[in-house]
């Protein structure tokens, strides 16, 4: 990780993948000038899809949710650095893929001191031709094998001793090669205690339980139980 410092920006990035200047890769008008925008997806704000050396990247600006995002929308409180929500995930992807769990490559992190608060923003890998769970299960069922590969991907997570505070369907993806990547590791975190490991696996299956409702996902008991078959299980490599 390479860290660019200039008044009141700090810029973390990996130079093997982000070739351009550190201060112009988070503007959106860059990309679109380069003809570099592949595509952009919507929520809580835009998110860009840009065209990097080799892969794709995923930029997006941290926005607040909730009715508090509404009354300050991008501003977070600054303390220092090392505590922004960008470095910090940039940090925990950084140790998950040193761990050997499919997340995406952190590419660059941003954040922006003005007065007593911060703006940030991030750029990780597009993970190819994948999706999330809920677009797959809306369309067809999914085999005991890859619910055991979910199970163990988040078992190598837990593992590694992260608490990925949004452990939800949205939040997993799988490709065409039917790998398992968790993704969106804003305000996760290193713990080494265990109590919060019994919170994601709960918080999981009332996310699988409320997109039964909302979206008719194809989703039974058996599903969950070759999910927890593959968490269960000890990973010779780890």
Known sequence: ????????????????LLSVSPELCFDASFWQQQDKIVGQASGRGTTWFIQLDGIQGALRHYRRGGLFGKLVRDHYLFYNWDKTRSYQEFQVLEHLRKSGVNVPRPVAARAIKKH????ADLITEKIPNARDL????QENSLSDEVYG????EIRKMHDAQVNHTDLNIHNILIDEQEHVWIIDFDKCY?????????NNI???IRSFKKEQVKSNIFFSNRSWESLMDGYLLVVDEL
Not at 3 to 16: C, S
Not at 149 to 152: A, D, E, T
Not at 191 to 197: H, I, M, R, V, Y
């Open 190 to 198: 290193l713990d080494a205690c265990q109590n919060w490991k019994s």
């Open 202 to 204: 709960k918080r999981l």
């Open 149 to 152: 590969k979910i199970g163990r």
């Open 134 to 137: 809920v677009t797959i299960l």
């Open 1 to 16: 990780m390479k860290t660019f410092e200039q008044g009141k920006l700090r810029v973390w990035y990996d130079e093997v």
């Open 116 to 119: 007593v608060c911060y703006q």
